[in-house]
Nanobody
């Protein structure tokens, strides 16, 4: 059983930065997909970024060039560095993990394990 624990959310002014962390325990194997999603009030959960088997990260158009995903394999942790934050980035952010190569990795239901979510609020 994989357990994901997130940290790093908070309140920041527009233009500021935050870094989210997602630590996994119970992971095994070398095939996997990490995902980041977010959900604003009254909206569906949306794709932010995903990475398969430590390869290149794919980002949504709304965050490309501002957010950077990285992985510390030794610590079983992924990070989402968020720069140039905008008020429209305000949401609860979730990390997700699946012990497989997820083909449609931008779809939330394709992941087996989820973090508890962390609130990111960007003030204007």
């Amino acid at each position: 059983q994989v357990r994901l624990v997130e940290s790093g959310g908070g309140l920041v002014q527009a233009g500021g930065s935050l870094r989210l962390s997602c630590a996994a325990s119970g992971r095994t194997g070398y095939t996997y997909t990490w995902g980041w999603f977010r959900q604003a009030p009254g909206k569906e959960r949306e794709f932010v970024a995903f990475m398969r088997n430590g390869g290149t990260t794919t980002y949504s158009d709304s965050v490309k060039g501002r957010f950077t995903n990285s992985e510390d394999n030794a610590e079983n942790t992924v990070y989402l560095q968020m720069n140039s934050l905008k008020p429209e980035d305000t949401a609860v952010y979730y990390c997700a993990f699946d012990p497989a190569f997820v083909v449609n990795a931008g779809i939330p239901r394709n992941y087996d394990y989820w973090g508890q979510g962390t609130q990111v609020t960007v003030s204007s």
